[in-house]
Structures are given as structure tokens and as C-alpha cells.
């Protein structure tokens, strides 16, 4: 669907999720992240760069895993400590995976999956073409109880702040694994929020797309 075509749809409150695709499981099942490899840190980053054409191929499940783990996963078990900051380790942003298949949150620790929405909700996280086709976009939602001791006028800033680090943290994991990716903060929050079945106590701050880019899937 085309950016206009989307806006219009919008304006009128009928821009809706699509049905969902692919096998329909409530829980997706991740294998543990694989944290012995990748690209050296300074090597991520020379390749880290935001692109806009991708392929429309699933992402495996490992591949999967490690993007979420880089993206919000528990990397300090004795202390529940995660790969992003946040203040006084009280997280402030949940992470949403919107899939063919539905709208997943994210677990951290249990690192896990498992559906809150049957429904295709992928073009509500943004007004570009592309947020329909590819495999996988991130919803980063700010969660306002977590942060009862921030004062009430900080709140969206340290939110904002959280969310950008788990974000840059998918950058990196995309540029070693070979994937495209681009943050993207134009979008029709209300909308998003109500195909979600979000609450009063969240906010929708940022998409982020994720998929192989366009003809580099593996065959």
C-alpha cells in the first residue's frame, strides 16, 4: 500500500490490521541468543547504516532470538540487568514484535514470545511501503508504571532515551547479521496503539523494520 493511500485511510480510521498469515502460533518458541558470535563491535558499527528495501522472506528463529536479546534481553541473571540501559533498572519501554502472524511482546526474562493480537498489524507501524512487505517490525512502547519514581514531567524522556538504545542495540545486531533495518518515528500512534490493544499506561514511541535486504535472502 502506497504512503497517500495509507494517509487517507488514516485520516478516516480505516487503516486496519490485515489477517493474519503463516501458521497462527500462540508462542514462538526462541532458541537462546548465540552470544559468541558476530562481528567485533567496531566492525558492526562501520557497516550500521539505515536502509529501506527489503526482502519479504521470514527471518529463522535464531536469527530472531539474537535480535531481540541485542534489542531488550537479560544479559546479567543474577541481577535481571539488560543489554540497554534504563534508570534506576526499572524498564521503561516494552518491545513489540508485529510478525505476518500477529503482534508478539516480548518477554526478556524468559526470553520468550507469545501472541496478544491474531492480526497483520505491520502497516500500522508506519506510513512507507516497505512496513508491509518486510518480515519483522519492532514497536518500542513506553510503559508509564515502571516508572512511578521518574518524575511525571521526565517520564517521555527517559522513555525516549531507552527506547533509542534498544533500537541502536538492533542497528548493531542487523549490521553484524547481514540485515537491513531503519527506525522510523513517523506514524499514526493512536492508530497503532488501538490495533495493539494497548492501554491507558502506554505509549507508542518508535518502529523500527527488520527484515534481509532486498534479494540477499538465503535461498
Request: proline content about 12%.
Amino acid at each position: 500500500m502506497n504512503p497517500l493511500t495509507k494517509m487517507a485511510l488514516g485520516l478516516i480510521g480505516q487503516l486496519r490490521p490485515e489477517p493474519p498469515t503463516g501458521d497462527g502460533s500462540p508462542v514462538l518458541a526462541l532458541p537462546p541468543p548465540r552470544q559468541g558470535g558476530g562481528l567485533p563491535l567496531m566492525h558492526a558499527l562501520a557497516r550500521r547504516q539505515s536502509q529501506r528495501e527489503f526482502d519479504p522472506v521470514a527471518l529463522p528463529l535464531p536469527v530472531l532470538s539474537d535480535l531481540l536479546w541485542a534489542a531488550a534481553g537479560v544479559n546479567r541473571p543474577d541481577s535481571g540487568g539488560r543489554t540497554a540501559p534504563s534508570a534506576m533498572n526499572a524498564p521503561e519501554v516494552d518491545l513489540y514484535v508485529a510478525l505476518p502472524d500477529g503482534l508478539y511482546p516480548y518477554d526478556p526474562p524468559a526470553h520468550a514470545l507469545q501472541r496478544t493480537v491474531a492480526a497483520d498489524v505491520r502497516r500500522g507501524t508506519g506510513s512507507s511501503a516497505f512496513v508491509d512487505r518486510a518480515p519483522l517490525d519492532p514497536v518500542y512502547v513506553a510503559a508509564i508504571p515502571p516508572m512511578n519514581l521518574v518524575p511525571a514531567e521526565q517520564r517521555s524522556t527517559y522513555a525516549a532515551v531507552a527506547a533509542g538504545a534498544m533500537a541502536q542495540n538492533v542497528y548493531l545486531q542487523a549490521a553484524s547479521a547481514g540485515l537491513a533495518t531503519v527506525i522510523r518515528a513517523w506514524l499514526d500512534r493512536p492508530a497503532l496503539a488501538q490495533a495493539m490493544g494497548l492501554g491507558t499506561n502506554q505509549q507508542v514511541l518508535l518502529a523500527q523494520t527488520v527484515g534481509w535486504p532486498a534479494g540477499a535472502a538465503p535461498q
